[in-house]
């Protein structure tokens, strides 16, 4: 079983809102990692978007909207990656890791189709 | 200004060798950790390596005893050392800043391994 799953695809029209997951493996708790969440747009370099452990540790990437938001939810032990008021150059995929076991792990990646 | 400038990408027979470096400007790369991160032709994000202000460095299993990671700080770049070359590496090679990527990332140089 991977460290980090994500659903391949996720679809949302523009204005709403975008909810992402990233499941942790049984046995890593969510509460215990910071959430790191990677944009990257085709043809482009991935960006650092934020990352999210707790309400108090958390961390908005430079010149990120606050439009994007990180949270969990220990009791599915999933990092969640929102956003909200989407535009249609929201497209792309996005990636959490954590630093696990002295690895930086990604999960597979999310691929946001706006329409 | 954080700029990232990779360069030693190229085309290399399976076998062979490649050394990729990252210029960096706007920090002190002595006092910053740094990693690669890999990305194959249509694939998700993979990290190579990294390696902290400390010199600690860390591998992903895929490149462990054949990539080596390290920095000259004197010419404030971080190195990969990238031997026995084999087709699956072939991809574009990011330096990002941190263990996490947490910051502007390199736009990258295209390692292929091909006979």
């Known amino acids: 079983q991977p460290v980090l799953t994500q659903p391949t695809s996720l679809s949302a029209s523009p204005g709403a809102s975008a909810r992402f997951t990233c499941t942790l493996r049984?046995?890593?708790?969510?509460?215990?990692?910071?959430i790191y969440w990677y944009q990257q747009k085709p043809g482009s370099l991935p960006r650092y978007l934020l990352r999210?452990?707790?309400?108090?540790?958390?961390?908005?990437g430079s010149g990120v909207p606050s439009r994007f938001s990180g949270s969990n939810d220990a009791a599915t032990n999933v990092g969640l990656l929102l956003i909200s008021g989407l535009h249609s150059e929201d497209e792309a995929d996005y990636y959490c890791?954590?630093?696990?076991?002295?690895?930086?792990?990604f999960g597979g990646g999310t691929k946001l189709t706006v329409l | 200004e954080v700029q990232l400038l990779e360069s030693g990408g190229g085309l290399i027979q399976p076998g062979g060798s490649l050394r990729l470096s990252c210029v960096v400007s706007?920090?002190?790369?002595?006092?910053?950790?740094m990693s690669w991160v890999r990305q194959a032709p249509g694939k998700g994000l993979e990290w190579v390596s990294s390696?902290?202000?400390?010199?600690?460095?860390y591998y992903a299993d895929s490149v462990k005893g054949r990539f080596t990671i390290s920095r000259d700080t004197s010419k404030n770049t971080l190195l990969l050392q990238m031997n026995s070359l084999r087709v699956e590496d072939t991809a574009v090679y990011h330096c990002?800043?941190?263990?996490?990527?947490?910051?502007?990332w390199g736009q990258g140089t295209r390692v292929t391994v091909s006979s």
């Open positions: 049984s046995g890593i708790n969510v509460g215990t990692y910071r």
């Open positions: 990002a800043p941190g263990l996490m990527g947490d910051g502007d």
């Open positions: 706007g920090f002190t790369l002595s006092t910053h950790a």
């Open positions: 999210y452990r707790s309400d108090s540790d958390k961390y908005q």
């Open positions: 390696v902290t202000e400390i010199d600690t460095t």
């Open positions: 890791a954590i630093w696990y076991s002295g690895t930086w792990v």
